[in-house]
């Protein structure tokens, strides 16, 4: 009821989200305009953050919005607005990913990402890196880590958006951060004593998190356990048995 009477004394475009989300439950076409006006913005970046490509970004935003469009009027609930959008965007994001090979979009992503960086190559790895390690993080760590680290939301409201309890979504933002550490760790790691593991045949060495995340991101040490393969291969068509 506070709720109610604040938000008749607000200016239209100041309205909190809980009136704001009755005023488009009502039909109010303002209320949706205003909706868009106060959230396109940071739901884009979440989009464009999740499916790497800003035309699939556009696409993921304009699905949302028209969700929001179609739903929302006569919705009898008490919406979290901010959450809910949030829920139906990574609903789309995902849907729009699991239709592409992520590396189709990853160059352009960081292209866009950063434009006046183009003679900065430090920075420009680091981004295709970091683009490359949130599409390896399973959908709902991606979308968690990207709702906490870019648009600031709350663990409740990561909550909301997931359809979890808090301590789930709190765990898996650590989980996310966690697994990009790893991989983080694991480009850094010096080549000569996994390609040594690798020669050896350690499993359990190679097993690692951390090594394997290497493997991942060094195209030369992966080069290396291939040819293994290949020349053991090679041999055997060079070296036949008896016939």
């Known amino acids: ?83 809910w959008l949030y829920r139906v965007a990574h609903n789309e994001a995902i849907s729009i990913i699991r239709r592409q090979r992520p590396e189709e979009t990853s160059a352009e992503t960081v292209e866009l990402l950063a434009p006046s960086a183009a003679s900065e190559l430090e920075q420009r790895e680091r981004l295709r890196a970091l683009v490359g390690d949130l599409n390896a993080l399973p959908d709902r ?4 880590l990207v709702m906490r680290e870019l648009s600031g939301l709350g663990y409740d409201e990561i909550a909301t958006a997931l359809g979890c309890a808090p301590g789930a979504a709190r765990q898996t933002v650590y989980e996310a951060r966690q697994a990009l550490q790893v991989r983080n760790e694991g480009r850094d790691m010096d080549c000569e004593p996994i390609r040594k593991a690798i020669s050896d045949g350690d499993r359990r060495r190679l097993r690692g998190r951390a090594v394997r995340a290497h493997l991942r991101s060094c195209q030369s040490c992966s080069n290396f356990e291939a040819a293994i393969s290949a020349r053991r291969e090679d041999l055997e068509a060079l070296c036949p048995p008896l016939p």
């Open 141 to 144: 760590q991606r979308g968690a």
């Open 1 to 83: 009821m506070a709720e109610s009477r604040t938000a008749r004394i607000l200016p239209p475009g100041r309205l909190l989200p809980g009136a704001l989300a009755r005023r488009a439950a009502r039909g109010d076409t303002r209320a949706f305009e205003q909706i868009f006006e106060r959230y396109h913005q940071e739901l884009y970046r979440y989009c464009l953050a999740i499916v790497g490509s800003p035309s699939d970004a556009e696409d993921a935003l304009q699905m949302t919005m028209t969700a929001a469009l179609r739903s929302l009027p006569g919705e009898q609930r008490d919406l979290s607005l901010r959450p």
